[in-house]
């Protein structure tokens, strides 16, 4: 059982203010994802790291940021939300000594801006 | 570039049927191959996977088999229950691009089980 864990899980919040999701892991995997999960429930990735102090952004244009300073916490920043950000946000780690590419996922944090 | 079908949904079914999901996808190299189901409110977990050619995954009755002769992967259960309504999607891993672990994801398939 991969234990992987995201806060809040539902987060309504107002157009302007700064938010930060919260994603961590205690499997002490190197790799770690953001994905965006729009309604029709098609995944989107908008940011990984390979460890700690590395960041990339994914295939998905965001204005979100993330940090990777401990390798078992990675928390993605929107600076200023907009109803355009209202989405489901998934984090996922692997480590490929598990098996190839095998992602383990967070229960997902469900973002409603107003 | 690398990409991922899936049949479209949602798929609607009776329990105790027979499901497929189709799966069919596009690489230049050799991909590992998943399934990975989403049930309501959570987020997604890995169902099976397979490595190589002619790989069969299998998990809690569903099964899939690696065909590179025709680029599928198509996702079976002989007799579906109420409890395996969930989204299910297809993945692929580039081995060429195995030491980012990035994965690319089809764009999932809703199942419906009706008592």
């Known amino acids: 059982e991969a234990d992987i864990y995201q806060t809040p899980r539902y987060l309504v919040i107002g157009t302007g203010k700064k938010i930060t999701l919260e994603c961590s892991q205690t499997?002490?995997?190197?790799?770690m994802y953001w994905y965006q999960q729009d309604p029709g429930m098609e995944l989107h990735l908008i940011h990984y790291?390979?460890?700690?102090?590395?960041?990339e952004k994914g295939d998905l244009s965001s204005e979100s940021t993330v940090s990777r300073i401990r390798t078992e916490h990675f928390p993605l920043t929107l600076e200023s939300a907009r109803p355009s950000h209202t989405s489901q946000y998934l984090c996922?780690?692997?480590?490929?000594?598990?098996?190839?590419?095998?992602?383990?996922f967070g229960p997902g944090t469900r973002l409603t801006v107003l | 570039g690398d990409s991922v079908t899936q049949m479209e949904g949602p798929v609607t079914l009776s329990e105790e049927a027979f499901l497929t999901i189709n799966c069919t996808y596009t690489?230049?190299?050799?991909?590992?191959l998943f399934w990975y189901v989403q049930y309501p409110g959570e987020g997604l977990q890995l169902l099976l996977k397979?490595?190589?050619?002619?790989d069969k995954g299998s998990n809690k009755g569903f099964e899939a088999t690696y065909r590179k002769e025709t680029t599928s992967f198509h996702l079976e259960k002989g007799s579906v229950q109420v409890s395996d309504s969930a989204v299910y999607f297809c993945?692929?891993?580039?081995?060429?691009?195995?030491?980012?672990?990035?994965?690319?994801f089809g764009q999932g398939t809703t199942l419906q089980v009706k008592p």
């Open positions: 996922a780690s692997s480590d490929l000594t598990r098996g190839p590419d095998t992602q383990y």
């Open positions: 499997m002490g995997h190197d790799k």
């Open positions: 790291s390979y460890g700690v102090n590395s960041t």
């Open positions: 690489a230049t190299g050799y991909p590992s």
């Open positions: 397979a490595t190589k050619a002619d």
């Open positions: 993945a692929l891993s580039d081995r060429r691009s195995s030491n980012t672990g990035k994965l690319i």
